[in-house]
């Protein structure tokens, strides 16, 4: 049963490292803001995910199990409110072509800023 179990940590590590690499490649590679806060958000975090069970499955002791899973929990909270501010600033800044929204709500509530944006 340990034989499973670290083929599988093993699988999970290298499935998690190649979607932070991929991650990573698209943060250095996509064009806009936008584009760039799913990159750094969604396959980062379902990286680290795979990462951390991969550990978890190969560690195995009560105090890393729950170390690990703090870190998995810390993890799922941060990365969408950093994503949500970083969304938030490059749109109050101009920094992002407003084109590419399929709705802005902000500009519906004058919350908009920036050059292309209500004052």
């Given amino acids: 049963m340990a034989t499973i179990a670290d083929w599988l940590g093993a699988g999970c590590l290298?499935?998690?490292?190649?979607l932070a690499l991929?991650?990573?490649i698209g943060v250095l590679r996509f064009p806009d803001a936008l584009s760039r806060?799913?990159?750094?958000?969604?396959?980062?975090?379902?990286g680290v995910l795979l990462l951390l069970t991969g550990i978890a499955l190969r560690l195995?002791?009560?105090?890393?199990?729950?170390?690990?899973?703090?870190?998995?929990?810390?993890?799922?909270?941060?990365?969408?409110?950093?994503?949500q501010m970083i969304g938030r600033a490059a749109y109050r800044s101009g920094r992002l072509d407003r084109s590419l929204l399929d709705a802005d709500e902000l500009v519906e509530r004058g919350c908009g800023g920036g050059p292309s944006g209500p004052a």
């Fill in 14 to 18: 290298v499935a998690g490292a190649l």
């Fill in 37 to 46: 806060i799913h990159a750094a958000t969604k396959p980062q975090v379902l």
């Fill in 60 to 83: 195995r002791s009560p105090a890393d199990l729950g170390m690990v899973l703090l870190v998995g929990v810390f993890q799922l909270a941060t990365a969408p409110v950093a994503a």
């Fill in 22 to 24: 991929a991650a990573a």
